[in-house]
């Protein structure tokens, strides 16, 4: 049963949470897109799209980029046939509104989203996590600086998001603290149960 299931789930939580490593390997166990619009992003920026051009000021200041741009970048990558079995979103939703935009998208598809997990992470250890990471990222946005911005809009913007999904009762918390791979069974079992 679990290898035919395609589980369209999102990792939430803040920056440093450890989302992104998660996301790698759930993507890899279970076949299914690893969709991180943080890292689409960088791309255009890296590639000189039009798109790059209109988010790099964002990007850089650790700013969230307007919602109409990422809705349709999501709604776009989403329609790709890769993501028929199933897909992993990292780094979005951010907004109250890219949650509901993502519900109508997928409710439309008849899609509906099957798990929302949040890594939960204390600021102390988010800071040191994300200083780290930029010794040996290159990413513009893990400075100090740039680090507390993220974690304030964070905080303001994003962290309403998980409201929305518990008031449904779809809100998956679990300890980010723990190991990599510990994280990652407790996950697996979700996906499995
Ligand atoms: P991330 O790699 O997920 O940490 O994202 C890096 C940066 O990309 C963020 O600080 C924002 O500037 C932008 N970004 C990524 N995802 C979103 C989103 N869903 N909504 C708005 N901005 C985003």
Redesign the pocket.
């Known amino acids: 049963m679990s290898h035919t299931f395609s589980p369209r789930l999102i990792i939430l939580g803040a ?1 440093g949470a450890g ?2 490593t998660q996301a790698e390997l759930i993507s890899k166990d279970k076949k299914i897109p690893h969709i ?7 791309g255009a920026v890296a590639a000189s799209t039009d798109l790059g051009a209109k ?1 790099k000021s ?2 850089d ?7 109409e ?2 809705i349709d970048l ?1 709604k776009d990558r989403l329609s790709q046939p890769d993501c028929t079995n199933g897909f992993l979103l ?6 109250v509104a ?1 949650a509901e935009a993502l519900d109508i998208l997928l409710n439309g598809m008849n899609k509906p989203l099957t798990h929302i997990i949040e890594l939960e992470v204390p600021d102390e250890v988010l800071i040191d996590r994300l200083l780290d990471r930029g010794k040996s990222s290159g ?1 513009t ?1 893990d400075t100090r600086e ?1 680090i507390e911005e ?1 974690l304030k ?1 964070y905080y303001h913007q994003t962290a309403p998001v998980s409201n929305y999904y518990s008031k449904s009762n779809r809100l998956i918390e679990l300890r980010g603290t723990k190991v990599v791979s510990a994280i990652f069974a407790d996950i697996s079992n979700l996906l499995s149960s």
């Not at 991180?36 to 960088?42: L, N």
């Not at 990292?90 to 907004?95: H, L, S």
């Open positions: 920056p989302k992104g991180s619009t943080g890292e689409m992003m960088r988010v964002y990007l200041a650790g700013k969230l980029v307007p919602d741009l990422v999501i990292d780094g979005f939703p951010r907004t890219q990413r946005d740039v993220r809009i």
